[in-house]
Nanobody, 122 residues
Framework: QVQLVESGGGLVQAGGSLRLSCAAS????????MGWFRQAPKKEREFVAT????????SYADSVKGRFTISRDSAKNTVFLQMNSLKPEDTAVYFC???????????????WGQGTQVTVSS
């Protein structure tokens, strides 16, 4: 079993940056693909980014390409989401997830954190 805890969310002005972290415990973490998803009020949970277990491949939603970067430090059991040039439409609760395969559909992931709030003003 894997336990995931997100951190790093907060309030930032449009154009600013935040780095989200996802700390994992559990012996399967280093072999899992990881994903970031987000959910805004009244909206469905949507894909943001994924990274393979070996960090060989990454994938991003079109809405965040060129602005967000996903990375992982397997030795520290941590996944990151660097968010630059933030826009008000990025406001959402951000969740990290772990699964055997790194896909864009939330139902393909086995473990989820409880989320961290990101609010972008203006």
């Amino acid at each position: 079993q894997v336990q995931l805890v997100e951190s790093g969310g907060g309030l930032v002005q449009a154009g600013g940056s935040l780095r989200l972290s996802c700390a994992a415990s559990g012996r399967t973490f280093s072999r899992d693909a990881m994903g970031w998803f987000r959910q805004a009020p009244k909206k469905e949970r949507e894909f943001v980014a994924t990274i393979s277990w070996g960090s060989r491949t990454t994938s991003y939603a079109d809405s965040v390409k060129g602005r967000f970067t996903i990375s992982r430090d397997s030795a520290k059991n941590t996944v990151f989401l660097q968010m630059n040039s933030l826009k008000p439409e990025d406001t959402a609760v951000y969740f990290c997830a772990a699964g055997i395969q790194g896909r864009t559909t939330p139902t393909t992931y086995d473990y989820w954190g409880q989320g961290t709030q990101v609010t972008v003003s203006s």
